[in-house]
């Protein structure tokens, strides 16, 4: 859509600049100076749309204060008036760019074509019998369609009824095309057309300029010769030439040629004239140039707004703002925010409509709407000062004090980004990829990593004196940026040419929990670890695999071989061997629910099994599987309850003693740059249990209001009958097979790599 817009701008100043040499140059007898006014305000047209006119828009005297109160907070005693327009209901609007572009390229893919087959055309006849050479313009035998004309190097002259005068006189007049390179202004000219086929000035442009072209020759050769005579030849081959490129001698209408040619030429004090076009650029450029504020940028707290379109509905506290107050809310009281970028998500869509259709911003503010101060727009200008593609930036900020400070900002190839908290111009910053620390020297190596591959979590913070990660010693760093990629990749260093690379393979770093073992127990379960990745290179293990997969949630026809005590190798001590197609499944009745079958199922008999959850198996074992529904001749004789009672506890252990549970992240408050400050995990019985974040953790971005996550914990104080508090969080997961967002002040405590 920008296109369109940019070529109904340039069209619009084409129009401008038209319309004055219509009005006030066409009848002037300057023909050279209309010549180069008409190519370049052709041109210019295509320009002053694309131009960035810096503007002061500074404000009137009303900012000019004491400076005392220039970096006062402003506050707003009474609410903005909210915009209270009721839901409005989804009304899907026609999309006119997607045809009116398809109607444009096709419009000018027919006009290339028609260019291009009369430049075939010309070609094709400058084979024709060649009359004279004069230096490097050929002269070339003409035809009754094509008339007398000329293009590039090259004149045709049709002299069937000319006489040897008259030909001399149409020669003379076409090597002036030729050596004044008029050909090069027609095909600027239809070169234009074929962009704005649309606009009609372009047509216009076109006539002018061959009749400019036209009256320049005309001038000149009336000057050697006899008006009267010239103008009878004029009449004598005034005929409609169809030509496109090719200057013909009389295409140009006969009647305005020899008024032309007869004209009294212009007294040269008008060509003060010329000097009003500076202001008719001017007007221009004010009209459709891109106007950029020098002084006063439009910046926002909220960075991600180029991802919205123009007009986001804006929400504060649940009432709709306009979304003007983006550029003039500051940060200091909201404590939570959230953008969606369209197309947004059905909830948003349902509740307001149309009005969604550029995303939604939503903002949570204790008390009233804070205006940000003039420091903070100062240092949001700094900010914006960073290119979008520019990977790390140390940014200079100021305190509303006046002292000095700097911030680190990472920006990633999808527009997210993350900030560091202040640190002095000496504070040193380090870049930790999957537990590897690179100092800020490497910062190319860090930048062709993350380019190269998907991060998925990330986190910034301040770094604790004597602080490890991992194996990597810290301490002398005031900030760390840590990036772990996708899961299924580590880092593998190559060096096939020369030049340090790095590539992404196999599996992401991998931790377990830290307990005591001895060497004895170390030993045995490396050992059984090793064969249970060998069995599963087995074909027994992959065929069972796929019988598990095969029968998961089916109901199918078993039959009931045997009743088994297993050894010490099986998951269960007693149950009922089945058999379905010719693959054995087995039923354990050692406790829990299935503890019936025992006296429900006979040997020999077929039954009908609805099989729940997955399966269990090992080498020399058949499958486990779980029934949920059993049933003899179409008749229920056994179900299992339909869900696991709810746990009575808060949280569990794990063997290194921290605690984790399950639950819904909710009451999510956040510190004025946008981290959070605490939130609460609710657990299915109940319990709620709120955790304090320092600010300088890890951030959390990748985690919403409303998910359901795995958290890990030490050091919980009881609040209340079903509540706890926990400043001691360790690790917090949408995902259950993966730790995270890490608190690096505690994870590396308990848990290791692999």
């Keep these: 859509m920008k296109a369109i817009i940019y070529l109904l701008q340039v069209s619009a100043c084409t129009g401008i600049f038209y319309g004055f040499y219509f009005l006030l140059l066409r009848r002037l007898t300057f023909f050279t100076l209309n010549r180069w006014y008409l190519l370049a305000t052709l041109l210019l047209s295509f320009v002053i749309p694309s131009i960035n006119l810096p503007v002061d828009t500074a404000q009137p005297p009303a900012i000019m204060q004491p400076v005392m109160y220039v970096n006062r907070i402003q506050i707003i005693d009474e609410p903005i008036k909210a915009i209270t327009q009721a839901p409005q209901q989804v009304v899907k609007s026609f999309d006119w760019a997607t045809p009116v572009k398809t109607v444009y390229i096709a419009m000018a893919a027919i006009s290339v074509l028609h260019l291009a087959f009369t430049l075939l055309v010309f070609f094709r006849r400058s084979r024709a019998e060649r009359l004279m050479q004069i230096g490097n313009v050929k002269v070339l035998k003409g035809n009754s369609k094509q008339g007398n004309s000329s293009f590039l190097n090259v004149i045709f002259v049709n002299d069937d009824e000319l006489e040897p005068a008259e030909v001399k006189q149409i020669i003379a007049h ?29 047509y216009c442009y076109i006539r002018s300029i061959e009749e400019n072209h036209e009256f320049e020759v005309d001038r000149i050769i009336a000057g050697d010769t006899d008006k009267s005579m010239y103008a009878t030849l004029l009449f004598k081959l005034s005929i409609s030439s169809q030509s496109y490129l090719m200057h013909s001698f009389s295409k140009v209408p006969l009647k305005s040629r020899i008024a032309m040619l007869f004209n009294k030429p212009t007294s040269n004090m008008k060509k003060i004239i010329y000097l009003l076009i500076a202001p008719v650029v001017l007007i221009s450029c004010l009209a459709f140039a891109n106007l950029k504020s020098s002084q006063y940028k439009k910046v926002s707290i909220f960075y991600e707004l180029d991802k919205l379109g123009p007009h ?80 790390f930036a140390r940014v200079k900020q100021k305190y509303d004090d006046g002292r000095i400070y700097e911030k680190c900002i990472v920006q990633f190839p999808n527009g997210s980004r993350m900030s560091s908290n202040e640190l002095k111009p000496t504070d040193k910053v380090v870049f930790i ?46 900030i760390y940026f840590n990036f772990l990629l996708d899961r299924n990749a580590k880092l593998e260093k190559t060096n096939p040419t020369g030049a340090v690379k790095y590539e992404v393979k196999g599996d992401t770093i991998k931790y377990r929990q830290k307990v005591k073992q001895t060497p004895e127990q170390r030993i045995a379960e490396e050992k059984a670890k090793a064969e249970y990745e060998a069995y599963k290179k087995t074909d027994e293990f992959k065929q069972k695999m796929a019988e598990t997969n095969r029968v998961m ?17 099986w998951y269960v001590k007693e149950g009922f061997v089945v058999l379905n197609n010719n693959s054995e499944f087995f039923i354990g009745t050692a406790y829990g629910q299935t503890k019936q079958l025992k006296d429900v199922l006979k040997i020999g008999e077929k039954i009908e099994i609805k099989v729940l959850g997955p399966g269990m198996w090992g080498k020399g074992i058949p499958v486990l599987i779980e029934p949920a529904v059993i049933s003899r001749n179409g008749k229920e004789i056994y179900r299992a309850a339909e869900a696991a009672p709810i746990p009575k506890t808060a949280f569990l252990f794990e063997a290194n003693r921290v605690r984790f549970t399950d639950g819904q992240v909710t009451n999510i408050k956040k510190y004025p740059d946008g981290k959070w400050k605490s939130a609460v995990v609710e657990v299915v019985n109940g319990f709620k249990i709120k955790f304090n974040i320092k600010p300088d953790a890890p951030d959390f971005k990748s985690i919403e209001w409303g998910d359901h996550v795995t958290f890990r914990f030490v050091h919980e104080v009881k609040t209340g009958a079903k509540e706890y508090t926990v400043n001691d969080w360790i690790a917090i997961s949408t995902d259950v097979k993966d730790y995270g967002i890490k608190n690096p002040d505690y994870f590396f405590k308990f848990y290791e790599k692999i």
């Design 174 to 202: 076409e090597m002036l095309h030729v050596k004044m390179l008029h050909s090069a202004d027609r095909i600027i000219a239809r070169l234009v057309q074929i962009i704005l086929w649309f606009n009609p000035f372009a």
């Design 433 to 478: 990829i999957e537990g590897k620390a690179y100092p800020e020297s490497e910062l190319d190596k860090v930048e062709e990593i993350i380019r190269s591959h998907k991060v998925g979590t990330t986190s910034v913070g301040s770094v604790n004196p004597n602080q490890h990660w991992g194996d990597e010693d810290i301490s002398q760093y005031k």
């Design 312 to 391: 986001p509905l804006v929400l504060i506290n649940g009432k709709e703002y306009g979304d003007d107050i983006l550029y003039k809310i500051g940060g200091k009281t909201i404590s939570s925010s959230g953008t969606w970028a369209p197309p947004v998500d059905g909830r948003w869509l349902k509740k307001y409509g149309n009005k969604v259709k550029d995303g939604v911003i939503n903002i949570s503010v204790k008390g009233k709407i804070v205006y940000m101060t003039a420091t903070e727009r100062e240092n949001l200008v700094e900010e914006s000062k960073v290119p979008k593609k520019q990977f």
């Design 553 to 569: 949630g089916q109901t199918l026809t078993y039959k009931v071989t045997e009743y088994k005590t297993a050894g010490p190798q």
